[in-house]
């Protein structure tokens, strides 16, 4: 085969050119990179303060700058165990990596369109708002406030009811960080504040914060366990409770002998109340043993014989062959048919052919 342009300078052969391309092709498919056996998982872990850098999630990246600017969201009731809150969804951003830990910070909630749209209606009013503010340590947020009346209000209402629970909402925030309010949302104070102001223009059925909005960040006040803490935590935790697992698994061990002794002696209390086929699996299981000493017996010594006649309760007087038959003849078919099978024998025909085909 040719390989190259052609001494006369005509155009090489289609053959040779596709060989040349696909050789090529698997050059580069050799040389091309496993982006998965690139990636490495990352613990996602929420915010210091007030959740201690708990373990949320997990997420997948080849590089800790592509897990950076991620948002995670996560149900309340996941988060701290209430399930009055199943219909709030909390949302989180990585702000930093450190080894396999994705550290995030708190940028919001928002409670699920369901549960919204089960609050309204026809009878009832709404008063809906949206309330941008800064908090004591500077973060710049959004709030929106929804209030469901019990009955239907004016128009003059509503907005004496909305001018109420802005003040309410912001004369909150100002005196209190971004952390208190966090807390407030999520544990239903600040609602409750609202609520009780809101009420003493019209009887109040519901109120929540559909979503909370982080804009702009201010000043991260640093308080609570460190990462460093936490992990330590989670190891020591993690070691006690290998050492329990441990310890009890040594303590419930107990002896092949003791263990055989129990089986022998609640086989022989129980054996007139259970039933005749947990009788018969617990004398196959019993006879498994005994079917290993009897294979071959016929090429046993004479004293093995012996003592195999008077285990079973059986005559040892006689010559050996007479033994062995008498054996032979104590024995249920199913074991005479097992002893047949190991010996490359048919297993078909009644008891005195089997016994008769094993003498032979």
């Given at each position: 085969?040719?390989?190259?342009?052609?001494a006369?300078?005509?155009?090489?052969?289609?053959?040779v050119v596709s060989?040349a391309?696909?050789a090529?092709?698997?050059?580069?498919?050799?040389?091309?990179?496993d982006?998965?056996?690139?990636?490495?998982?990352?613990?996602?872990?929420?915010p210091?303060?007030p959740?201690?850098?708990?373990v949320?999630?997990?997420?997948?990246?080849?590089?800790?700058?592509?897990?950076?600017?991620?948002?995670?969201?996560v149900?309340?009731?996941e988060?701290?165990?209430?399930?009055t809150?199943?219909?709030?969804?909390?949302?989180?951003?990585?702000?930093d990596?450190?080894?396999?830990?994705?550290?995030?910070?708190?940028?919001?909630?928002?409670?699920?369109?369901?549960?919204?749209?089960?609050?309204?209606?026809?009878?009832?009013g709404?008063?809906?708002?949206?309330?941008?503010l800064v908090?004591?340590?500077?973060?710049?947020i959004r709030l929106?406030?929804?209030?469901?009346?019990?009955?239907?209000?004016?128009?003059?209402?509503?907005?004496?009811?909305?001018?109420?629970?802005?003040?309410?909402?912001i004369?909150?925030?100002?005196?209190?960080?971004?952390?208190?309010?966090?807390?407030a949302?999520?544990?239903g104070?600040?609602?409750?504040?609202?609520?009780?102001?809101?009420?003493?223009?019209?009887?109040?059925r519901?109120?929540?914060?559909?979503?909370?909005q982080?804009?702009?960040?201010?000043?991260?006040?640093?308080?609570?366990?460190?990462?460093?803490?936490?992990?330590?935590a989670?190891?020591?935790?993690?070691?006690?409770a290998e050492?329990?697992?441990?310890?009890?698994?040594?303590?419930?061990?107990?002896?092949?002998?003791?263990t055989?002794?129990?089986?022998?002696?609640?086989?022989?209390?129980?054996?007139?109340?259970?039933?005749?086929?947990a009788?018969t699996?617990?004398?196959?299981?019993?006879?498994?043993?005994?079917?290993?000493?009897?294979?071959?017996?016929?090429?046993?010594?004479?004293s093995?014989?012996?003592?195999?006649?008077?285990?079973?309760?059986?005559?040892?007087?006689?010559?050996?062959?007479?033994?062995?038959?008498?054996?032979h003849e104590?024995?249920?078919?199913?074991?005479?048919?097992?002893?047949?099978?190991?010996?490359?024998?048919?297993?078909?025909?009644k008891?005195?052919?089997?016994?008769?085909?094993?003498?032979?």
């Amino acid at each position: 085969m040719r390989f190259g342009r052609p001494a006369n300078g005509a155009a090489p052969e289609e053959g040779v050119v596709s060989m040349a391309k696909g050789a090529s092709a698997r050059a580069a498919a050799r040389r091309q990179k496993d982006k998965w056996k690139a990636k490495r998982w990352y613990s996602i872990r929420a915010p210091r303060n007030p959740w201690s850098y708990k373990v949320i999630g997990e997420t997948i990246a080849e590089d800790e700058s592509m897990v950076l600017g991620r948002h995670y969201e996560v149900m309340q009731n996941e988060l701290d165990g209430d399930f009055t809150k199943m219909h709030v969804k909390i949302r989180f951003r990585v702000t930093d990596v450190i080894g396999s830990d994705a550290l995030t910070e708190f940028v919001g909630h928002d409670v699920l369109k369901d549960h919204v749209r089960r609050q309204i209606r026809r009878e009832r009013g709404k008063i809906d708002d949206t309330i941008d503010l800064v908090t004591e340590d500077g973060f710049f947020i959004r709030l929106k406030p929804f209030i469901v009346t019990r009955h239907r209000i004016r128009g003059s209402q509503k907005q004496e009811s909305r001018t109420i629970a802005r003040n309410e909402v912001i004369k909150f925030c100002a005196r209190s960080t971004w952390i208190n309010v966090q807390k407030a949302l999520l544990d239903g104070s600040l609602e409750e504040e609202v609520r009780k102001a809101v009420s003493k223009i019209h009887p109040v059925r519901a109120i929540f914060f559909r979503r909370s909005q982080l804009i702009q960040s201010g000043v991260v006040i640093d308080d609570g366990p460190t990462l460093d803490e936490v992990i330590g935590a989670e190891k020591a935790q993690k070691a006690s409770a290998e050492t329990e697992e441990d310890f009890f698994d040594e303590a419930i061990e107990v002896p092949d002998e003791l263990t055989e002794a129990v089986i022998d002696e609640v086989s022989e209390e129980t054996a007139p109340v259970i039933g005749v086929e947990a009788q018969t699996e617990m004398a196959e299981v019993r006879s498994a043993d005994e079917d290993a000493s009897l294979a071959g017996i016929s090429k046993k010594l004479k004293s093995e014989i012996v003592s195999i006649a008077k285990s079973r309760g059986l005559d040892p007087n006689g010559t050996k062959q007479e033994i062995v038959d008498r054996i032979h003849e104590s024995l249920t078919v199913p074991e005479l048919k097992a002893m047949l099978k190991e010996a490359g024998k048919p297993v078909s025909g009644k008891k005195a052919d089997l016994v008769a085909r094993l003498s032979e």
